[in-house]
């Protein structure tokens, strides 16, 4: 007998594909809605394995209704959307998808530097808007990126990525992790620093942290105070980490060049949100890991996980 598997996204057919052979699979079939919450806990009542998002909380509410969940595989290399220690009291396996997408995001990151750093979005509303009429000198002025300072808040394995690509851009690199990163800083010259000197030092700050119970609101209202006035913050990490209200209130104060966000405290944000009404916070809808080719990566991982399982062998990527 097949095994029960509910899928939360609608996903390419032909990924799914190989799944089929041992799983009696329910997938929601809406490609751009988020399976709705009490839809998920009535559909998951007989089954053995979920195939989640980000967007799906797997909790203690989530387990009572589910008392044949055996493995849960989430596509995201983050799995805040998950109790692990729940998970793992109940022997239920959780994997992510690690490793695929640290390139893709890394160079997502940059993206958001150089497009808060040259007011490239600006500059393209601007022109679109009916505004260009001729040339001044200080007309859509920006910052070099070139020889600055960067910051990164966590050097893992994103960190490390978007640190050799600052490297390709003449920059100095400093950066603050939990742990020193003596072979990066030997091989590299990245230069360790204390947090908060990370702060002050810094031209632009990226956060690469992820998101835990001990750096939400890591940068608030007193660490935003510490930046440079001129200072370029980029979040590609998680919602949370950095408080929304503290941020608008430092920027509507003039303080900050500007900002770059990938993620909210709330996804989707919602289009009243403050920081949505300032020309210099570049936003985007959490698309860190949107490139075909590693949506697809991760997409596998899953499936190699899930297949691993149905065949009784050792499950990779697991979250411990």
């Keep these: ?23 009696d699979i329910a997938e929601w079939s809406e490609e751009e809605a988020i399976m709705p919450r009490q839809r998920l806990l009535a559909s998951v009542k007989d089954c053995e394995a979920l195939w989640v998002t980000l ?66 979005p600006e500059a393209e509303r601007y022109l ?28 893992g394995r994103i960190g490390q990525a ?35 000197d990370v702060l002050k030092e810094s031209d632009f700050v990226v956060i690469m942290t992820p998101y835990s119970k001990e750096t939400e609101g890591l940068i608030g209202a007193r660490e935003l105070a510490l930046m440079k006035d001129d200072a370029i913050l980029i979040n590609a990490a998680r919602g949370g980490i950095v408080d929304e209200d503290a941020l608008y209130h430092v920027l509507k104060d003039g303080k900050l060049w500007a900002v770059g966000l990938d993620v909210f405290e709330q996804e989707p944000v919602a289009l009243n949100h403050p920081l949505l009404t300032l020309p210099n916070v570049v936003a985007l809808p959490h698309i860190g890991s949107a490139t075909l080719q590693t949506r697809t990566a991760m997409m596998n991982l899953n499936v190699q996980a899930l297949l691993a399982y149905a065949q009784g062998q050792q499950v990779l990527n697991q979250i411990h």
């Design 1 to 23: 007998m097949k095994k029960k598997l509910l899928i939360t996204r609608k996903l390419p057919s032909h990924i799914i594909e190989p799944l089929r052979n041992y799983y």
């Design 55 to 120: 967007a799906d909380k797997v909790d203690e509410e989530l387990l009572a209704h589910a008392p044949n969940l055996k493995i849960v595989s989430t596509l995201s290399v983050g799995f805040n959307n998950i109790d692990v220690s729940a998970l793992h009291s109940r022997d239920i396996i959780a994997t992510n998808t690690p490793d695929v997408l640290t390139d893709t995001t890394a160079d997502l990151v940059f993206a958001l530097l150089l497009a808060t750093a040259r007011r490239i």
């Design 128 to 155: 679109r808007e009916g505004q260009w009429q001729g040339w001044y000198p200080l007309q859509l002025v920006g910052k070099d990126v070139g020889g600055a300072t960067i910051g990164i808040i966590g050097l």
């Design 162 to 196: 978007v640190a050799k690509r600052a490297l390709g851009f003449n920059m100095n690199v400093l950066y603050y992790n939990r742990s020193r990163k003596i072979a990066n800083e030997e091989q590299y010259g990245f230069q360790f620093r204390e947090f908060e």
